[in-house]
């Protein structure tokens, strides 16, 4: 989970996901380490629709939330063309109409991409990750 140690392999491929309410420089320097990894092939950023363990998405809706991972998006690509090469936004997490579970996300993009994946995700998750759905599987992909 730690990206220090982390054991890359060639054409990985990173989910980092989260409210991202807001975006702040803590979201904006992991993805800029994720995207320097030169094993790395894509870093997919899954804004979370519905997040079962947060009861508080600060009254924003789908399509804002959106927009503000869109904005911090753009403003990391001005910053870093080379490295936004690699980001990828999915944004299915954020049409669905229904709690986002980790391990659910992880496995679709799975079947759409066949390479490696690493979870790349904030220190403030770890204190409920036991509580994740399907933790075991999701730590075994």
């Known amino acids: 989970m730690s990206l220090t140690g982390t054991d890359y392999k060639p054409d990985t491929r990173v989910f980092f996901g989260g409210s991202f309410l ?3 420089i803590g979201h ?8 320097s990894e030169h094993e790395v092939s894509h870093v997919h950023v899954v804004p979370t629709g519905t997040n079962p363990l947060k009861k508080n998405d600060h009254g924003f809706s789908s399509k804002e939330k959106e927009i503000l991972v869109d ?11 080379v490295l936004a090469q ?5 944004t299915f997490e954020l049409e ?15 079947k759409a991409h066949s390479q490696r994946w690493v ?4 220190a403030d998750l770890l204190e409920d990750l036991t509580k994740w759905k399907s933790i075991h599987e999701l730590l075994s992909l």
């Open 22 to 24: 807001p975006p702040h």
């Open 28 to 35: 904006d320097s992991v993805l800029q380490r994720l995207c």
């Open 71 to 81: 904005s911090w998006l753009a403003d990391f690509r001005l910053r870093h063309r």
């Open 86 to 90: 690699k980001i990828v936004l999915e």
């Open 96 to 110: 669905a109409d229904k709690p986002s579970y980790t391990v659910n996300s992880i496995e679709r993009l799975s």
């Open 119 to 122: 979870l790349a995700m904030g």
